[in-house]
């Protein structure tokens, strides 16, 4: 069994700066991706940034140049710097984590409980 416990969220002016962070544990071999999404009331799940364990990252169009996702590969850690925070960042932010585990073929998926960040005046 795998999971992932996330800290770091919070209230915070617009402009202003957050840093979320995840760390896996469990019975884990190695772990692909891991990531970050968020959901808005009302609207769907959607990647926020992800990377790899060779380095390779992915964000969203929304966040270029603001946020800033880094990775532990050997503590299983993922955080994800988030800078000049608007309104719109506002929703629950979740850890994903794309996991090879001991005496498990295959890699799966796995989740955060989520972490609220809200940015307000």
């Known amino acids: 069994q795998v999971q992932l416990v996330e800290s770091g969220g919070g209230l915070v002016q617009p402009g202003g700066s957050l840093r979320l962070s995840c760390a896996a544990s469990g019975n884990i071999i190695s772990i692909n991706v891991m990531g970050w999404y968020r959901q808005a009331p009302g609207k769907q799940r959607e990647l926020v940034a992800r990377k790899t364990s060779s380095g390779s990252t992915k964000y969203a169009d929304s966040v270029k140049g603001r946020f800033t996702i880094s990775r532990d590969n050997a503590k299983n850690t993922v955080s994800l710097q988030m800078n000049n925070l608007k309104p719109e960042d506002t929703a629950v932010y979740y850890c994903?984590?794309?996991?090879?585990?001991?005496?498990?073929?295959?890699?799966?998926?796995?989740w955060g409980q989520g972490t609220q960040v809200t940015v307000s005046s």
């Open positions: 994903d984590a794309e996991v090879t585990e001991v005496a498990r073929v295959g890699s799966y998926p796995y």
